[in-house]
């Protein structure tokens, strides 16, 4: 399975931007997509995944109420909209794809089978 993503930038605190990352080759049609990030110095941590069995998602707690990740099924496509940014969201974003339709498997990175190529996202306060 190979990931593009896109989106990313810089923005202000307080200001919104929307990363897409599209799935293609032999995905299957259960599976779970989502995004890590990975700030300087700290370890790639899950943000938020979605199932592509039953729609279940996962937010990790700093984001609960500002992200929506949400899914294309026919482009096999995830979306991430990040509202409210604030500079601690400042990271390299990492679109992630994992084979178990179950969202809850996406937590730990090694169950990642592909990768997307990292988009920055900055943003100042």
């Known amino acids: 399975v190979q990931l593009q993503a896109s989106g990313g930038g810089l923005v202000q605190a307080g200001g919104s931007l929307r990363l897409s990352c599209a799935a293609s080759g032999r995905t299957g049609s259960s599976y779970s997509m989502g995004w890590f990030r990975q700030a300087p110095g700290k370890e790639r941590e899950l943000v938020v995944g979605?199932?592509?069995?039953?729609?279940?998602?996962y937010y990790t707690d700093s984001v609960t109420g500002r992200f929506t990740v949400s899914r294309d099924n026919a482009k096999n496509t995830v979306y991430l909209q990040m509202n409210s940014l604030k500079p601690e969201d400042t990271a390299v974003y990492y679109c992630?794809?994992?084979?178990?339709?179950?969202?809850?498997?996406?937590?730990?990175?090694?169950?990642?089978?592909?990768w997307g190529q990292g988009t920055q996202v900055t943003v100042s306060s």
């Open positions: 979605i199932s592509w069995r039953d729609g279940s998602t």
């Open positions: 992630a794809w994992n084979p178990s339709g179950d969202v809850r498997y996406m937590g730990d990175p090694a169950r990642t089978r592909s």
